[in-house]
């Protein structure tokens, strides 16, 4: 999760992902936090005399590789990285419901700009499977914060903020010829977001192109990149929220203004009877009537981008270990991942 991927696909949570860098990006919810993207992992250009004996079972293929003078890093790997994402979020199609009641249109409620914060840590184990393709998986634990700004039919802001455990699924293919090399990589991630009924999904894609420097020292070598990641996020979400934890204590004025709002709507229009009941639920709580007042809710959210930019390094000590950074930049999406790698073969 790269994530990404994971975490901005949380509303009012937030990625990924992000997934889209060795993902999430959560993300949102209003983020999901999407899953971090794939290693790269290019095939160093110098050749090197063929071995005397074969080498380990994985990548298969790789003898023939080897013996036609390319040197291969070890098969398994398995990373640690921290992964953070920020990205502006659009919600639409609100649904509201109190007391386990029927959703109706809250089209009434209206959003302006909604930024979504997801962090996370993940564990990421890969294997080589051929030369120029590998499988992995994330597994990340993490948290995000959404902030969402109300515009009608009253003004204000609010935060949520949840945790999620997100499970990624990618694979990674990767191509080098001196010195130069390309890596595309597509993962799904699915992430468990509290407040959120229903598990969420978010798919990243990313392609990067780079160059792979090999010092003296056997296996020592500084790569560099650029690339472009796209984050896509389920778009339905429903669930449960206590308003205590999403709004701030409606003033009495606030309420008269929902109500005035309200009123506005012609008898037979549905929207009219979410309204109604959401004033009410806010006039018991500044009542005191109901402490523990709570909505239910359904609403789409989507990336205000898609596509964005990555821009990368790696330094490898050794055949064995590796270090990276990279960010994602352009667009209403953000984000920086670093991350450490011990590759082995068996």
Request: charged share 15%; proline share 7%.
């Amino acid at each position: 999760m790269h994530a990404g991927s994971w975490l901005l696909s949380l509303v009012l949570v937030s990625s990924t992902a992000i997934a889209h860098q060795d993902p999430a990006q959560p993300a949102s919810t209003g983020t999901m936090v999407q899953a971090p993207a794939a290693a790269v992992q290019p095939l160093p250009p110098e050749t090197t005399a063929a071995p005397a004996d074969e080498g380990p079972l994985f990548p298969l293929w790789g003898d023939k590789v080897r013996k036609a003078g390319f040197e291969l890093p070890p098969a398994f790997g398995v990373m640690v990285n921290y992964y953070y994402q920020k990205s502006s979020i659009l919600i639409s199609d609100l649904q509201l419901g109190v007391n386990n009641g029927p959703l109706h249109d809250a089209s009434f409620i209206q959003f302006g700009d909604s930024n979504a914060h997801a962090n996370a840590l993940a564990i990421r184990p890969s294997v080589m499977l051929l030369p120029f393709l590998s499988f992995y998986t994330v597994i990340s634990s993490g948290n995000s914060v959404t902030e969402v700004n109300i515009t009608s039919p009253t003004t204000f802001s609010t935060k949520a903020s949840s945790g999620a455990f997100v499970v990624s699924l990618g694979a990674t293919a990767q191509f080098g010829y001196k010195g130069f090399f390309v890596v595309a990589d597509f993962n799904g991630s699915v992430a468990d977001v509290e407040r959120i009924s229903d598990l969420m999904g978010s798919n990243l894609l990313s392609f990067r192109l780079g160059y792979n420097y090999r010092f003296g020292r056997p296996g020592q070598s500084f790569s560099f990149w650029l690339g472009t990641s796209a984050q896509v996020i389920g778009l339905e979400t429903n669930g449960s929220v206590k308003l205590a934890d999403v709004l701030p204590p409606p003033s009495q004025s606030t309420i008269d203004q929902i109500n005035a709002r309200c009123a506005e709507f012609r008898p037979n229009d549905p929207r009219g009877q979410a309204c109604q009941d959401f004033a009410n639920k806010l006039q018991d709580w500044r009542n005191g009537t109901d402490p523990a007042a709570s909505v239910q809710y359904a609403l789409n959210k989507k990336p205000k981008d898609v596509w964005n930019m990555l821009a990368g390094v790696q330094f490898a000590l050794n055949r064995n270990w590796y270090f990276r950074t990279e960010l994602g930049f352009l667009g209403s999406r953000t984000s920086v991942l670093v991350g450490t790698e011990y590759k082995f073969d068996l």
